[in-house]
């Protein structure tokens, strides 16, 4: 049957081969992405029968429109991604919160949370998120040379949604452990003995917050958790709601800005004149981070499931039941609404990315996240001199999160203490 006006081209289906299941597509989708979105920027697929939106304003209507909505359970059933993969995801129990919920439940699941990321209640973690991030800087003036995704990006976000949760100090390193082991299952080509730790791991965790449920109950605190606990108790939420929101903000908000940060960081390594308009200009710090959630996207894609019968842009003619992937990282690099999208600008005017998506489910933490990144991009600058490469960066397999393993860096600190603590206020 002929699903849509856009034919099923088989050149788009060689570059989306190429995009979803080589290294090429992991190392640099960007010119794939720019082959496929002339071809057809909303594509039905006969690799896995999905359709592919790569063009901008087919991404925004698709994230916008009621049409489209969340599937009952995650659909990864996607070209490229192994039968073992599938069958580990299809294997968890469903974990019922905010994101994999349609509106008019989403907004009750989504309701329980959102006063955990209200800008009064971010803007409070303001001089505790600079503490660690002065803390990491420390350490990697200490050191000289260090890999900033092991120092600096890959511990600040745990750290702060560690914080933000209320887990104890004592319990950190034990939880980081049990985050990053569920997680690491996530890599395209997972090997076995990751498959088993991430499922045990993703049990221990949740018993692990079934405990802290219990001493928040006993003894609440001003952190998520207890506000969490007393939506549950006052009816709001189901308890395995509860779990699931709490394991959610962990995966949600952890590799994500990890992302950002060592993304953002390699686009100024590989664009000295951009990294030395923002060394000398400390307005430019939210701009440029704009700029790399645009321009290297730390979620490159996300799925969107077909409620009613719908037709879009060059009509492609969707029907009930049918998964779209939405490719955020092709509509950031869209000419039609980008001037020059290849071009990596840290002063870049009308920065409308979908870098956290929009409409419905648009990134709760997204203010959380600008905060991290800005004070660390502002810490940077204003405590080094000059960073550079001290080695080759390892790109983490897969292309859905995009982001680096390893990122060595040389760092010539600035001399003199009073460059120190200053950055927490330059941020705009
Ligand atoms: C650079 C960092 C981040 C990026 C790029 C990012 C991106 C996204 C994207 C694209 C979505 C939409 C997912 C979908 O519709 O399927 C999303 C949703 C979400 N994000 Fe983020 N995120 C980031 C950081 C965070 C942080 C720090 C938190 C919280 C601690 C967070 C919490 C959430 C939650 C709870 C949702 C679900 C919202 C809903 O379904 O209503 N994110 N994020």
Known sequence: MVRTAVTAEPQADELLHRLLATTEGQTDPYPLYHALRTLAPVHHSELDGMWYASGFSA????????????????????????EERVRMIERRPPRPSMITANPPEHARLRGAAKGAFLPT????????????????????????????????????????ISELLGVPEQDRTEFRRLV??????????????AVEQAEAASVQL??????????????????????????HDGGTLAAAELTATVILLLAAGVFTTTNLI????????????????????????????????????????INRHVLSDVEVEGGARLEQGDTVVVLLGAANRDPTWFCEPDRFDVG??????????WGTHFCLGARLARLEAQLVFSGLRERFTRLELAGEPVRRAGLALRGLETLPLRLEARSGPECRRRHSQNVV
């Open 121 to 160: 209640r971010i803007e409070s973690l303001r001089s505790r998120v600079t503490s660690l991030v002065d803390e990491s800087l420390d350490r990697l003036a200490a050191l000289g040379t260090a890999d900033v995704m092991a120092e600096l990006a890959g511990p600040l976000p745990l750290a702060v």
């Open 59 to 82: 991404a925004r209507r698709i994230l916008l429109d009621p049409c489209f909505g969340k599937a009952p359970r995650l659909t990864i059933r996607r070209h490229g991604v192994p």
């Open 262 to 301: 060592g993304n953002g960081l390699l686009a100024l390594l590989h664009h000295p004149s951009q990294m030395g308009r923002l060394w000398g200009d400390p307005a430019l710090v939210a701009p440029a981070v704009e700029e790399m959630l645009r321009y290297d996207t730390p979620i490159q894609l």
């Open 348 to 357: 870049r005017p009308d920065n409308g990315h979908l870098a956290f998506a």
């Open 180 to 193: 990053v082991a569920m997680v690491s299952s996530d890599d395209p080509h997972p090997p076995p003995e």
């Open 206 to 231: 949740e018993e692990y917050v079934l405990d802290l449920v219990s001493a928040r109950r006993a003894c609440p605190g001003d952190d998520v958790l207890s506000m969490l606990v007393e939506q």
